[in-house]
């Protein structure tokens, strides 16, 4: 941030007082802009023992798969995000069960959370976003083609759990890349 968004004036970065980290703050208008994490919400859609994924149209990975997912909007809940990005990106409707995992992504500032769902109908088709959305049973699942590994942890952990007999609820983390 070079501007303030409140006055227009140059912002300056340092530590307010009481404060222990650098924020991005106002001589003009004395407004402190604090930047934090963004939320990142999506949903394993379920028919069967299939799963929806998207291709994208979009970058970042544009042509790789993903579940549908995306940044929540103001004013929203979480639940409601996911549905709204399900539709959005899937054009699917769904019945959302439990939370099913939680992944910080401290090095992008993202937070990316991941319902279970039960699709309502079969007819889904690809938002704006998405190049193509199909169901996938385990054995088809493109691994190697997956967009982020919010989505490969997430989805490696279901299906453990379907293996295992019962879905539990994941927290984690992501390190940056090697
Ligand atoms: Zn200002």
């Known amino acids: 941030m070079r501007f303030c968004s409140n006055c227009g004036a140059p912002v300056e970065l340092r530590v307010p007082a009481g404060d222990n980290l650098p924020r991005h703050v106002c001589p003009a208008c004395e407004t402190i802009h604090y930047q934090n994490p963004k939320m990142v919400i999506g949903c394993i859609a379920e028919w069967e023992d299939r799963i929806l994924l998207c291709r994208r149209a979009i970058e970042p990975r544009h042509g790789l798969w993903t579940l549908p997912a995306g940044f929540m909007e103001n004013g929203e809940t979480v639940a409601q995000a996911a549905l709204r990005e399900t539709l959005e990106e899937a ?21 990316h959370i991941f319902y279970r769902g039960r699709l309502l109908d079969l007819g889904f088709g690809p938002g704006e976003e998405s190049l193509e959305v199909a169901l996938f049973a385990e054995a088809d699942v493109p691994w190697k083609e997956l ?32």
């Open 147 to 178: 967009a982020f590994r919010t989505i490969s942890t997430t989805l490696r952990h279901y299906y453990g759990d379907r293996k295992a007999g019962a879905y539990g609820f994941h927290t984690g983390e992501i390190l940056p890349a090697r």
């Open 91 to 111: 054009n699917a409707r769904v019945e959302l069960a439990a939370m099913y995992s939680v992944l910080s992504v401290p090095h992008v500032n993202q937070v």
